[in-house]
């Protein structure tokens, strides 16, 4: 277990629907990190927030959008849904961000089906 | 171009023989960070090793050794002494610091499917 919680664990919904993915990082991480992973695209940055700001954006589509609140959780939109938005959605998180090594702490994942 | 090339799809190896899996990234940024993960079938994604681009050693972590070869701009995962449960996708990984050091950039490889043979 790595401390790093993210539900739902599985989310089915259809196509047009807007849904939100929830993450809490591990108890005194600052960064959130969400990634999307699907068969055809890999493994794929989206976003980073520190400390509530965000800090890096990757390739994260103009319908997503993403936020971390004061207690430092941090929710994942995702609007105007599409077949193609079926992946697995990951949050990380990390104590810091910059300079020195440190490891970052993935959550189990939330499993997103766009029927 | 590709920031993390991993050019083998799927490895096999003999249970406790050693396994390299290879890994290119390309930069030009003077400081990054290289990572290797580990993907088992349940899905849950576990940091292996990490080896900071002015590291002058190669990293180890128990039976994990990265092969840091920072001119060819390589960052090999080597196994030793393969075992049942290190059947996994194992996923190479770069971050760059964003140039104003506010935050981070991620780059995965698309994966190597390793599979331990008894």
């Known amino acids: 277990d790595s401390g790093v919680t993210q539900t739902p664990k599985h989310l089915i919904t259809a196509t047009g629907q807007r849904v939100t993915l929830r993450c809490s990082p591990r108890s005194g991480d600052l960064s959130v990190y969400w990634y999307q992973q699907s068969l055809d695209q890999g493994l794929q940055f989206l976003i980073h927030y520190y400390n509530g700001e965000e800090r890096a954006k990757g390739n994260i589509l103009e319908r997503f959008s993403a936020q971390q609140f004061p207690d430092l959780h941090s929710e994942l939109n995702l609007s105007s849904l599409e077949l193609g938005d079926s992946a697995l959605y990951f949050c990380?998180?990390?104590?810091?961000?910059?300079?020195?090594?440190?490891?970052?702490?993935f959550g189990p994942g939330t499993r997103l089906t766009v029927t | 171009a590709q920031k993390i090339t991993q050019t083998q799809p799927g490895m096999f190896v003999q249970e406790k023989e050693a396994v390299t899996l290879d890994c290119t990234y390309d930069t030009s940024d003077p400081s990054y960070g290289l990572f290797w993960y580990k993907q088992p079938s349940s899905g849950e994604m576990i940091f292996l090793i990490y080896q900071g681009s002015y590291d002058q050693q190669n990293a180890t972590e128990g039976r994990y050794s990265l092969n840091f070869q920072k001119a060819r701009k390589s960052a090999n995962l080597v196994i030793s002494a393969s075992q049942l449960g290190d059947s996994a996708m194992y996923f190479c990984?770069?971050?760059?610091?964003?140039?104003?050091?506010?935050?981070?950039?991620?780059?995965f490889g698309t994966g190597t499917s390793l599979t331990v043979i008894p």
């Open positions: 990380a998180s990390s104590v810091g961000f910059s300079g020195e090594s440190y490891e970052q702490y």
């Open positions: 990984a770069m971050r760059e610091i964003i140039i104003t050091n506010t935050g981070n950039q991620f780059y």
